[in-house]
């Protein structure tokens, strides 16, 4: 059973650039989570995509945004980076809208300079 | 808006010694209560849950919690600590489902020789 992974591991872009991260869910899992962990903190709730429709967002302004895939795979967009944008990068498998289990993969680190 | 706090931002025990570490959430209604470990580099590993039924709740690698409803509570220990616990420690809640959760800022496990 494979489990969920992340690309890339790490990545360096300058201000006002756009990134792209993806992540592929552990298998089985048909929702994906997405988290922003910055440094020293814990981990924010950017949104969740179930079945390829998103199912809930964290408070998080719209230049972050997603999609979810018919494999279940997902990616998270950020547009227009901001210094603050720096952080790891988290996704976060689960199987159904109702799962009280989740499976985190290793994170993106993205560095905004 | 849900909160969690966990008391203590680092933890110091000796190895051999009880593990406590704190978690206090805010909400009039009992949410669903996680305890995830994170090792440098690396995402979150779920270390155990209450969902319902009994407040004692056993995790992984001998880890327990107890959920408490008057003390708002859910504090995480282990009768004796090794070198291999030594982590950075998460509570986090949520209302709907784990993917959708609220996390604490985390604490640091440290363990003496």
């Known amino acids: 059973e494979t489990g969920v992974t992340q690309s890339p591991t790490h990545l360096i872009k300058t201000r006002g650039q756009q990134v792209t991260l993806r992540c592929s869910s552990q298998?089985?899992?048909?929702?994906v989570s997405w988290y922003q962990q910055a440094l020293g903190q814990g981990p924010q709730f950017i949104f969740q995509?179930?079945?390829?429709?998103?199912?809930g967002r964290g408070n998080f302004p719209p230049r972050f945004s997603g999609l979810q895939f018919p494999n279940y795979s997902s990616e998270l967009n950020v547009n227009a980076l901001e210094l603050d944008d720096s952080a790891l990068y988290l996704c976060?498998?689960?199987?159904?809208?109702?799962?009280?289990?989740?499976?985190f993969g290793p994170g993106t680190r993205l560095t905004v300079t | 808006a849900q909160s969690v706090t966990q008391l203590g931002s680092h933890v110091s025990v000796s190895e051999g010694a009880l593990v406590l570490l704190r978690c206090n959430y805010s909400?009039?209604?009992?949410?669903?209560l996680f305890w995830y470990v994170q090792y440098p580099n690396q995402g979150l590993q779920l270390l155990l849950k209450?969902?319902?039924?009994?407040?004692l709740v056993k995790g992984i690698n001998g880890f327990e919690a107890e959920f408490k409803k008057s003390e708002t509570s859910f504090h995480l220990t282990k009768p004796s600590a090794h070198m291999s616990d030594a982590a950075k420690y998460f509570c986090?809640?949520?209302?709907?489902?784990?993917?959708?959760?609220?996390f604490g800022d985390g604490t640091t496990l440290t363990v003496k020789p």
């Open positions: 986090a809640v949520s209302y709907t489902n784990a993917g959708k959760s609220t």
């Open positions: 209450y969902t319902t039924g009994a407040t």
């Open positions: 995509y179930y079945r390829e429709e998103e199912n």
């Open positions: 976060a498998s689960s199987l159904g809208g109702g799962s009280y289990e989740q499976y």
């Open positions: 298998s089985g899992h048909n929702t």
């Open positions: 909400s009039s209604v009992p949410p669903y």
